[in-house]
């Protein structure tokens, strides 16, 4: 069984999802949610899923080992689902090529430093882009930098608002994101 921890910074739409995905998984099982914002939606989630969880600061992440202990105690994958703090030397160093971000464009377009959530999809929508979409990525030490895993792409609509573009990108990130994780588990053990 691979243990995978979670990390989101808001809602946790899609870490709920991908709780739901392996709750009767043989493969996969989802040990923790961790958050590096106490109040965010994700941790009520996770009360309500029954799934341990834990919020942290930027000095335990950034300034100790006190994140990089749990999740080697609780990791073997570690996937970003909406987490918008960029991942530390030592945690990218203990998981080489295990940890997954989803992003809500199509990389290398609209992604870096302050492109995440609602950003991207009012820039698409400015833009008067002709499609966006999402992808899944292996983490590296540069945002939205590391080796691409899934994209898959959507037609935007000259009458699509942000929100419109907003939901069709979770719908396609519920639809794929836990097939994809458990897809590179299958393959990289
Ligand atoms: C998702 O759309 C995800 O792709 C995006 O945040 C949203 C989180 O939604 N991630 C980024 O922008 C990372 N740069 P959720 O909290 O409902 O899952």
């Given at each position: 069984m691979k243990r995978v921890v979670i990390l989101a910074s808001g809602s946790g739409s899609n870490a709920e999802n991908i709780v739901k995905h392996f709750e009767k998984s043989q493969l996969v099982t989802v040990t923790k949610i961790l958050s590096n914002?106490?109040?965010?939606?994700v941790l009520e989630r996770a009360n309500r899923l029954n799934i341990s969880s834990m919020s942290f600061n930027r000095a335990d992440f950034y300034e100790s080992e006190a994140v990089l202990d749990v999740l080697k105690q609780n990791a073997d994958y570690i996937i970003l689902a909406g987490f918008l703090w960029k991942i530390p030397q030592n945690v990218l160093d203990a998981f080489p090529n295990k940890i997954i971000n989803i992003h809500p464009?199509?990389?290398?377009?609209?992604?870096?430093?302050?492109?995440y959530g609602m950003h991207v999809h009012e820039a698409v929508v400015a833009n008067k882009e002709k499609e966006s979409g999402i992808t899944i990525h292996y983490v590296n030490e540069?945002?939205?930098?590391?080796?691409?895993i899934f994209q898959n792409s959507f037609e935007v609509l000259p009458s699509d608002t942000v929100n419109d573009v907003a939901a069709k990108i979770h719908e396609l990130e519920y639809a794929h994101f836990p097939e994809v994780i458990e897809k590179v588990i299958l393959q990289n053990g």
């Open positions: 914002k106490k109040d965010a939606m464009a199509l990389l290398p377009k609209y992604g870096g430093k302050g492109m540069n945002y939205d930098e590391g080796a691409i």
